[in-house]
Each structure stands twice: as C-alpha cells, then as structure tokens.
C-alpha cells in the first residue's frame, strides 16, 4: 500500500490561509490503513483548523467527506455535489495520486495535508515500511524476494558494498544490510550462484516508460 503521514497542521494551516470555506476530503484507501487519511483525521484536521482560525478571529467553515478511494473518478465523482461556488480551497488527505486526481476534475486551490512517503507494509500495528520502490522492472526472483533498490541504502544492485559490518549496513547501523540478508536468503535456498550473474545497470529510462507510467488491460478496457 501507499504510506503517508500528515503535514505539520501550521503548514497546512498555511496553505489555506485565505480561504473561508473549506472541503476536507479523506480518502478510505491506503491512507485509512496508516491511520493519516481515513475519516478520523478529516475530523480531527477539519476541527484543528477552524480551532485555529476561531482563535485568530477569523472563522474557517469546512465540509468534511472521505471517498471510498481518491485515485477513481468512480468515486471522486461523488464530490461534484460539494464542491459549491463557496469553497474557496479542497484539502486532500489522500497520496499524491488523490491529491491531483482533485485537482485534475475541480477548477479550485487544491492543497494536499499529508506527504506521501512510500510503498509498503504494516510491520506491527502503527509501524509501516518500505518495501518497493516501484521501478517497473521487478527483479526480486534474482535477489531472494529482497529488494536491493529499497533495503540497500546504496541501492546497489549488485553487492554487497564491503562496508557492512556484523550485518549491519554501513550508512544506517540501525539497518541490516540489504546484501547480508540477499546472500543470507540465497544461501537458504540453495542459490548462491544466482548471485555471480552481473545484473545490468537498471535502464531507467525505460523503467520509467518515457516518463508517465501507464498500465493497460485491454480485457478491463472492452468489459
Ligand atoms: S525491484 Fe524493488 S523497486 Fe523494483 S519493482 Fe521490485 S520491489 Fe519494487
Ligand atoms: S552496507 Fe549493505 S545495505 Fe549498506 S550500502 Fe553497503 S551493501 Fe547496501
């Protein structure tokens, strides 16, 4: 999933500063998971900043929905009804992608609150990690099911560096070396010679497929 934690509420306090009518929209995808975009933190941000307007004598009025999800306009539609000649800004509680699927359908100051971090997955409740740094060409099956361009804080894709020490990574002690736990893995699986094939230096260029990434389903398209 994605993961993304809220912006300081003075900052998004600041990006609204001008208006007098809000609509705060949370998204019930990713961001409910991590606990930074659900329907709680619409409320609790909604109340945080009219708090903080009330104070400076200069009252906020907000409207507060949270969508299913904010990257479908199946369900970003659904705003058409709320967003009023009134509202002044839209402040997205979504990732990245939500923020301007927003911005993309309503012709308003769309501000996002939260700051997108990562792709990845809940460790413990409250702990999420990053696990994927979606390069668009997958080379887990070569290293174990441990991706070096995440867990490598060189993200060298052929190591190890030669730094680490007691399998720790020589960047970040508070991390295990990406290499240590891909040899450790490969050794498990009896596939220690996988690794003495070079992996070519990742073509970014076509990794990034011209710049805007895009996935078809034609059997998807035609249903
Ligand atoms: S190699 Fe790493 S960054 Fe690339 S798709 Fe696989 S897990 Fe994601
Ligand atoms: S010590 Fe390991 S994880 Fe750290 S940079 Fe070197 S190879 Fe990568």
Known sequence: MIVAEGKPLEEVYALIAEAKKVLVVGCGGCVTVCLAGGEKEVGLLAASLRMKRKLADRPLETVEVTLTRQCDPEYVEQLDRYVTEEIDAIVSLACGVGVQFLAE????????????????????????????????????????????????????????????????CEVNKEIDCAWQLIYDRMRLLGRLDDLLTIEPAKDWSKAKDGGLRKVLREEAILA
């Open 105 to 168: 359908r309503y012709p308003k100051w769309v501000v996002p609150a939260l700051n997108t971090k990562f792709a990845g997955g809940t460790l413990a409740p409250g702990r999420w990690e990053e696990r994927c740094g979606l390069c668009g060409e997958c080379i887990l099956h070569r290293t174990g099911g441990i991706c070096p361009i995440i867990r490598c804080a060189k993200s060298i894709l052929n190591g190890p560096c030669g730094g680490s020490q007691n399998g720790k």
